[in-house]
């Protein structure tokens, strides 16, 4: 009987240092898989992208008012003769609306 209770302190002995080896290392596991995940999604977020641009590039090579219609937008190029005009708000000046009071 004494051998046995024995073998079960020491068993229960060994079982408590493999956790207290083991946790710690489980624990990063789990760790390292969230970070796996989160990086498989930026991964497939980034391809969708790329996807997304050799579209666009497909089309600016095919269709060239759509190249002109990018080009005017994303680097405001202008054909020769026209202007940019910058239209301001009468609110964002300061100036009050013909008929309101100051306090409305």
Same mark, same amino acid.
């Given at each position: 009987?004494l051998k046995?209770?024995?073998?079960?302190v020491?068993?229960?002995?060994?079982?408590?240092?493999?956790?207290?080896i083991?946790? /710690? =290392?489980y &624990?990063?596991l789990? !760790?390292?898989?969230e970070?796996?995940?989160?990086?498989?999604e930026?991964? !497939?977020?980034?391809?969708?992208?790329?996807d997304?641009?050799?579209?666009?590039?497909?089309?600016?090579?095919?269709? /060239?008012e759509?190249? !002109?219609?990018?080009?005017?937008?994303?680097?405001?190029?202008l054909?020769e003769?026209?202007?940019?005009?910058k239209?301001?708000s009468?609110? =964002? =000046?300061g100036v009050?609306? /013909?008929? &309101? =009071? /100051?306090?409305?």
């Open positions: 009987m046995l209770l024995k073998i079960f020491w068993l229960t002995l060994m079982g408590g240092v493999s956790l207290c083991l946790f /710690p =290392s &624990s990063q789990r !760790e390292l898989k970070i796996n995940r989160s990086l498989d930026k991964i !497939e977020k980034v391809r969708q992208q790329i997304n641009l050799r579209v666009d590039l497909e089309a600016v090579k095919r269709n /060239p759509y190249r !002109e219609l990018l080009l005017r937008k994303k680097l405001l190029l054909k003769g026209e202007y940019i005009l239209i301001e009468n609110q =964002s =000046s009050e609306q /013909p008929g &309101s =009071s /100051p306090g409305s």
